[in-house]
């Protein structure tokens, strides 16, 4: 029977196992970690972060740890996730992304270290529909979160950017 053979597949499949135990425990970090610590105020928001291009390595201490603000580059582009950290902060699921180009651990759905490059990832050797999965989530940030700068590759000079409004909104135009 379907059901039966679904659920069978499902649950005695180890690796199976091992994935549902994932999103168990991701579900868990979601939803009850976040109502362990109830915090009785909103903590005030930090002011918006100056427009500014970083390297792999500048954006490495803004982990939410060694900087109480929270960065992740997704294709080229860094987001200010700060108020996201429910998810992005030491304690979240996806705290490991905090300070790190996130695209291919996005575009292969995992969490593991590994998938964290140490040097610039110019993600050439993803296949189309993991490109394709990294436009989705670089979207989906620019919807929620700032937009800082670029994630700059080696040897490219960051724009100056002093002309600009940088805490003007709006400021997604030339993104
Ligand atoms: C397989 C088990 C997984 C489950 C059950 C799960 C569950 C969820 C849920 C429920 C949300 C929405 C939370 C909310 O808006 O309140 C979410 C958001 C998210 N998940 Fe997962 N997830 C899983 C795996 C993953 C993996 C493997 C990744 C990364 C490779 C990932 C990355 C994200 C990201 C980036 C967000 C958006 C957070 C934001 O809004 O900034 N998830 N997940």
Redesign the pocket.
């Known amino acids: 029977m379907a059901v039966t053979e679904l659920m069978q597949e499902l649950f005695f499949n180890p690796i199976n196992v091992a994935?549902l135990s994932?999103?168990?425990f991701?579900?868990y970090k979601?939803?009850a970690g976040g109502r362990k610590q109830p915090e009785p105020q909103r903590p005030p928001e930090l002011p918006r972060m100056k427009r500014r291009d970083f390297t792999l390595q500048d954006l490495k201490k803004y982990n939410g740890v060694d900087d109480e603000r929270i960065l992740i580059a997704v294709n080229g582009q860094v987001f200010d996730?700060t108020r996201?950290k429910k998810?992005?902060g030491p304690d979240g699921?996806?705290g490991i992304?905090g300070g790190h180009d996130?695209s291919r651990?996005?575009a292969?759905?995992?969490?593991d270290k590994d998938s964290l490059p140490e040097e610039f990832d110019d993600l050439t050797n993803l296949n189309p529909e993991q490109m394709e999965s990294v436009r989705e989530?670089q979207m989906?940030?620019r919807e929620?979160?700032d937009y800082i700068g670029k994630l700059l590759k080696p040897g490219e000079a960051p724009t100056d950017y002093s002309d600009e409004e940088s805490n003007a909104e709006g400021d997604k135009k030339d993104t």
């Open positions: 994935l994932v999103c168990v991701l579900l979601i939803f996730v996201g998810f992005y699921p996806y992304f996130a651990a996005l292969t759905f995992s969490l989530w989906q940030f929620k979160y």
